[in-house]
């Protein structure tokens, strides 16, 4: 079962646009939300994060919201830059089995035209 | 800026084979793991290691898999023997106390 639910495969979006990037979760123990951002052969890099203590944390042109009665946590680029062009992935932290561990969505390939 | 490095890149093996891949782990980051993702899938944990010792290898399929780190610094991951289905990227990430990970630029593996 998916813990970690990014239901989008991919999202297209024009330069300068907003992006928003979804993800759901499932397990209520999450307690710190992370985005990473991959290019093709390369590893992920962080991008930001949030704690469940809050509701909204911004860096730049990147937002990511918390809807924690939702279970719902977003991403929103603004403006949409080609150079984001990537696949972004949601990642949740918790404690399991005494450890803290990351639960990993599938990702989101984000297109932006020019 | 300090990074975790993998080796090597790119490998190409047959199955039955053995392989290894090696990651240095960003200086003072006790925490080190190894990843599986496969293509379309996000990032699985197959090991975690804290300083030397394993935290979590609950994932790790150990009849095939092995995964050391010795001295608590660098880690090498182990297949033996190499299946078709064990073909994709290996990832190896690193993180200081804390949540976030500092991840390496991974080991594409082949299995032919």
């Known amino acids: 079962d998916q813990q970690v639910k990014q239901n989008s495969p991919s999202l297209s979006v024009q330069e300068g646009r907003i992006s928003i990037l979804n993800c759901d979760y499932t397990n209520s123990m999450f307690d710190y939300f992370l985005w990473y951002k991959k290019y093709p052969a390369e590893g992920p890099t962080f991008l930001i994060s949030i704690s469940s203590i809050k509701d909204k944390n911004e860096d730049g042109r990147f937002t990511v919201f918390l809807n924690k009665s939702a279970k719902h946590l977003s991403l929103h680029i603004v403006p949409s830059q080609p150079g984001d062009s990537a696949v972004y992935f949601c990642a949740a932290s918790g404690i399991s089995g005494g450890s803290e561990k990351l639960v990993f969505g599938k990702g989101t390939k984000l297109t932006v035209n020019p | 800026e300090a990074e975790v490095a993998q080796s090597p890149r790119y490998k190409i093996t047959e199955k039955s084979q053995a392989v290894a891949f090696w990651c240095d782990p960003i200086?003072?980051?006790?925490?080190l793991y190894w990843y599986r993702q496969i293509l379309g899938q996000g990032p699985e944990l197959l090991v975690q290691f804290q300083d030397e010792s394993v935290v979590d290898d609950s994932q790790l399929p150990k009849d095939r898999f092995s995964a050391e780190r010795l001295k608590g610094v660098d880690s090498t991951l182990k297949i033996q023997p190499a299946e078709l289905g064990d073909s994709a990227m290996y990832l190896c990430a690193s993180s200081p106390v804390g949540n976030e990970q500092f991840f390496g630029p991974g080991t594409r593996l082949t299995v032919l």
């Open positions: 200086s003072g980051h006790a925490t």
